[in-house]
């Protein structure tokens, strides 16, 4: 777990230099995720590091939040709404505190665990690494929001590998989420990460191809990016509906930007 939590606290570090400066005009201004805020944004994160944090420590703790949660909701919109008024409540000061306490324990709490360890969650329980790896994804995504609403940079690192192994395992579920039959040929995804590395995945044998830089995958999996507005190479019909479809984060099925709306 040490590795994965590194990682996943340096995700949370690159984002907290990003929107440390903001005040409160600045949290509140919209991003291109859905009109959320970036306060909303950060919200989202810290609520669901306090639900990985209680899921680790406090199982009985973590069954309440989630039944606080999900009592009266109707949809996703209304969770997201409940989690969002936790940070409205607050102010710039006391909301980054607020996520700052709950991610640090939540990392102390992932880093004593085996990487086996179940962890029950909103849906199926998860592995101990698969759930680390996942904030870790969540972080970067929900970040990304952040950096295209402030215009800021942000410096691609080999931490997206979490972020392209969960693209890539999400095949199937991008289906079975859309209750679409699962094609039976598979993709290849051959990818150069940011150092300059080659990451592969899939059957060398398939004539399905997704091919280019590790960022422009990631941000097509994780729906922040239209594929038209990347430089991939996307070879084959099977290939191109994924990429069209791509989901790496639960929930209902979601629609990614039009071409040309994120850039």
Known sequence: MKDVCKDLKAEY???DAIVAGLDDKGLDQETPFFGWTIRDEISHIAFFDEAGRLSATDKEGFQKQMQWLLEGIKDFDD?????HALGREKTAQELMAWWREERTAELKALEALDPKDRLPWYGPDMSALSFATARLMETWAHGQDVVDALGAQREATDRLSHVAHIGFITFKWAYVNRQAPVPEK???VE????SGADWNFGDENTDQLVKGDALDFCL????RRNVGDTGLEVVGDVAKEWMEIAQAFAGPPETPPALGQRK
């Open 13 to 15: 570090d690159a984002l």
């Open 220 to 223: 097509v999996v994780t729906q």
């Open 191 to 194: 990818l150069k990460s940011p």
């Open 79 to 83: 969770v997201h709404k409940k989690v």
């Open 186 to 188: 598979t993709v290849r």
